[in-house]
């Protein structure tokens, strides 16, 4: 019986490139945003490679000592990467005197989702170890404060230190792989799929590559405008490669993934997202869940998810009513 499920499945996926043609298909990426690079104490100017930090000797209140700096990137969704590597090598500033200043360039941003506006400056007590700094206060009199809701530093600012007063020691920054995605979650509206109502038949599909995610979950939207998105079908868990063709054949003006949950399990963790949506009804659906809702007379569902192991099919008789065949 699985081996037909699969069939099915297969064959209903094959029978998808031969209407390209009528087709309508959309695909974005989510992936952890990598932390900025290290902080080079006695750089001019932030690189690729470098975030530059200097200190004077004048302008300010700064206590000699020697301190260790790290950054981080920050979104509009006050998300936030973890600290930048801060090795002792590189990343310690020293200041002499009572009067010192510390000027940390903004880092550079290679490549990165717009919602990246900003950065926040981590500094440890003097001969602090690494991983052990404190998240400064930032406010307008330090740098020019980006657009994130929660105090951050805009891309475009050096962040300028006249006290110590916050140079303590701390956690250092997020824990890795941090919160700050190519995408924010909830972000369905972003990535809404304009069908027009032309489609009766939709489906998502996810790739993991890298270490997979320790939580996602994922559900599709369709509305009228993308303001009026609603959740339809089944909540899916999306932690491993899969996809699910949605058991319904209405029509909507558009279509997104509602990504309600997603957590890399590390650095590398990286999932693509693909709604295609085609305007014929298929025989047989298919997804990690049990199928509910309007159905139309006659189609099945291959269920790789049920709560039962033995469950495996379900089938729409009569219309809009699922009826579960059990497998012995």
């Known amino acids: 019986m699985k081996k037909l499920l699969a069939l099915l499945t297969t064959l209903a996926l094959a029978f998808i490139p031969l209407l390209a043609q009528n087709t309508a298909q959309q695909s ?10 290290a902080v080079v104490v006695g750089a001019n100017s932030s690189t690729s490679t470098a975030t530059a930090a ?8 700064v206590a000699a000592g020697t301190y260790r700096i790290c ?4 979104s ?6 973890p600290c930048s590597v801060d090795t002792s090598a590189s990343s310690v500033i020293t200041t002499t005197g009572s009067t010192s200043t510390v000027t940390v360039q903004a880092p550079v941003l290679p490549s990165g989702p717009p919602s990246v506006v900003g950065y926040r400056v981590y500094v440890g007590a003097s001969g602090g170890a690494a991983a052990a700094e404190t998240l400064q206060t930032l406010t307008a009199a330090i740098c020019t404060l980006s657009t994130s809701s929660t105090a951050s530093c805009a891309l475009t600012s050096p962040a300028t230190f006249t006290s110590s007063a916050g140079f303590v020691g701390g956690a250092g920054g997020p824990a890795t792989p941090g919160t700050l995605l190519t ?11 304009f069908e027009n109502s032309q489609f009766v038949t939709h489906i998502l599909s996810w790739t993991v590559s890298g270490t997979a995610p320790s939580a996602c979950t994922v559900q599709l939207q369709t509305g009228a405008s993308t303001g009026a998105l609603a959740n339809v079908g089944q909540s899916l868990t999306c932690t491993t490669t899969g996809s699910y063709a949605l058991p319904s054949i209405a029509k909507a003006a558009f279509t997104a993934p509602n990504i309600t949950a997603w957590t890399g399990g590390d650095t590398t963790s990286v999932e693509v997202f693909t709604i295609t949506a ?6 047989n659906y298919w997804g990690p869940a049990t ?6 007379n006659g189609v099945t569902f291959s269920s ?10 379900y089938v729409c008789q009569p219309a809009n009513t699922w009826t579960a065949v059990t497998v012995p």
Not at 183 to 193: F, I, K, W
Not at 278 to 283: A, N
Not at 307 to 313: E, I
């Open 76 to 81: 509009t969704a006050n998300t936030e990467t």
């Open 183 to 193: 995408y924010p979650n909830s972000n369905a509206a972003n990535v809404a799929l």
């Open 304 to 313: 790789f998810g049920a709560a039962s192991a033995s469950t495996v099919l």
């Open 54 to 61: 200097s200190t004077s000797t004048v302008g300010g209140t």
């Open 278 to 283: 085609i305007p014929y009804v298929l025989g």
């Open 291 to 296: 199928p509910t809702g309007n159905c139309p």
């Open 71 to 74: 950054v981080t990137y920050f």
């Open 28 to 37: 974005f990426t989510v992936s952890v945003v990598a932390a900025p690079p």
